[in-house]
């Protein structure tokens, strides 16, 4: 890990940290994904937060999939996982062997979170072949959970079986 970047992050200091961002976007490596993520997860400035979203979804090393998944299997506040796969779907990694986990936070989200995980789980149903054992698991899964859902999110569980 840069150790420039890694002090500059760890200082709490606003002006330092978004100097470490341009840094990671110059020379940054996979080393220095769980910083910006742990980063990530615990900032409260919108400001911070709009800018670390830009540069994660940037991110094309294919072994930081691993890593983000980690981190939206982590209990978050806010909207961290509704940002976090944003990031997934607009960085293009692939995460299709997570398919079903998408399904599940689908499942579990209010609307605006549920919309992110539709937005992932149809751009993975487009770019990856999925075994139909699968599929069907996932299928009888959302129609069971359908009725347990608010009217807005009901019609978009409709919509997700369809891709199916």
């Not at 930081?64 to 806010?78: E, Q």
Request: charge should be negative; include cysteine.
């Amino acid at each position: 890990m840069n150790k420039e970047i890694e002090k500059l992050i760890q200082s709490q200091n606003k002006e330092q940290i978004t100097k470490a961002l341009a840094l990671v976007k110059q020379k940054g490596s996979i080393k220095e994904l769980a910083l910006l993520l742990d980063l990530f997860v615990s900032t409260k400035d919108t400001d911070l937060e709009l800018q670390l979203v830009e540069l994660l979804s940037n991110v094309k090393i294919p072994e930081a999939n691993t890593i983000i998944i980690d981190y939206i299997k982590r209990p978050l506040s806010g909207n961290k996982q509704q940002l976090l796969l944003q990031i997934c779907w607009q960085s293009r990694l692939d995460f299709s062997a997570h398919l079903f986990l998408f399904v599940e936070i689908f499942i579990q989200s209010r609307f605006e979170g549920a919309l992110e995980a539709f937005t992932l789980i149809e751009i993975l149903l487009t770019d990856y072949s999925f075994d139909d054992t699968l599929k069907t698991k996932i299928i009888k899964t959302l129609k069971e959970s359908v009725s347990e859902s608010e009217k807005e999110k009901q019609l978009l569980t409709v919509e997700l079986t369809k891709l199916f």
